[in-house]
């Protein structure tokens, strides 16, 4: 019996896929609990259809991703954080900082993709993974530099 998966079901596959089950598999278990649907033509029409919706959507995220992705990497920013003795910083440069100073360029992102291991203490030029929509990522150079008390 072939059947379209609803849901991911472990070790048959993914949601979307027409799979091939015992026939009691798929009407005693996948069907009546909504894993499945019966593969009819109405519903291979329907899983072409959502697919191809899908596969768009994907592209127009990839595209607007690649046009930040852009944007982001032809950027510089600057943190000014107030400096001790020996050069050491009072405060630090963490992922929300990198994301408002982006905001206020006009660029909104999750402070949550900027992939900054751990807050940068230290004063000098530095360069963040930025991972955006449909496996695109952008490097963000910025510098952090000492201001006075």
Do not use: C
């Not at 999750?110 to 940068?120: F, K, M, P, S």
């Amino acid at each position: 019996m072939q059947i379209i998966l609803t849901q991911d079901v472990e070790n048959l596959g993914k949601a979307g896929e027409l799979v091939s089950v015992r026939p009691g598999y798929g009407r005693n278990y996948l069907v009546p609990r909504g894993f499945a649907v019966s593969a009819t033509v109405r519903n291979k029409n329907r899983l072409d259809h959502e697919k191809t919706l899908i596969e768009r959507k994907v592209a127009k995220e990839r595209a607007s991703a690649t046009e930040l992705a852009t944007r982001i990497n032809g950027m510089t920013l600057q943190f000014e954080r107030i400096v001790g003795e020996d050069e050491k910083l009072f405060g630090s440069v963490s992922n929300r900082d990198i994301a408002d100073q982006l905001k206020r360029a006009g660029i909104e992102i999750d402070h949550r993709t900027i992939a900054l291991d751990q807050t940068v203490k230290a004063l000098g030029k530095y360069e963040v993974p930025v991972k955006l929509a449909a496996g695109v990522i952008a490097t963000l150079k910025f510098w952090v530099v000492g201001k006075d008390k």
